[in-house]
């Protein structure tokens, strides 16, 4: 088992940033942190669950929803076991739950339903 704990949430005005962290404990047996891919995804009452971004186990790969692109940049410090993502030029329409997610498949993934683990969210909210 996989535990996922999200940080760094908050309020913020438009044209703000944000860092947030997702520290990773446990795991499955004979695994490191670094063979998991991992995404963030973010969910609103209006659009649901909503992939913003993902990242391959090494590092050696990310990818990004169109919506963020060159605002949002994901990556992970996989000796600290944690994820981030830095959010820059904040609009008021990121404003959602944010998650991060581990996937035991090798390879990371855009649908929220090929993770395997889930942290609790962390409120971002962008004042207009």
């Known amino acids: 088992q996989v535990q996922l704990v999200e940080s760094g949430g908050g309020l913020v005005q438009t044209g703000g940033s944000l860092r947030l962290s997702c520290v990773a404990s446990g795991r499955t047996s004979g695994r490191t942190f670094s063979s998991y891919p991992m995404g963030w995804f973010r969910h609103t009452s209006g659009k649901g669950r909503e992939f913003t971004a993902r990242?391959?186990?090494?590092?050696?790969?990310?990818s990004y929803a169109d919506s963020v692109k060159g605002r949002f940049t994901i990556s992970r410090d996989n000796a600290k076991n944690t994820l981030y993502l830095q959010m820059n030029n904040l609009k008021p329409q990121d404003t959602a739950v944010y998650y991060c997610a581990a996937r035991e498949a090798p390879f990371s993934s855009s649908y929220y339903g090929n993770y395997d683990y889930w942290g609790q969210g962390t409120q971002v909210t962008v004042s207009s």
């Open positions: 990242i391959s186990g090494d590092d050696s790969s990310t």
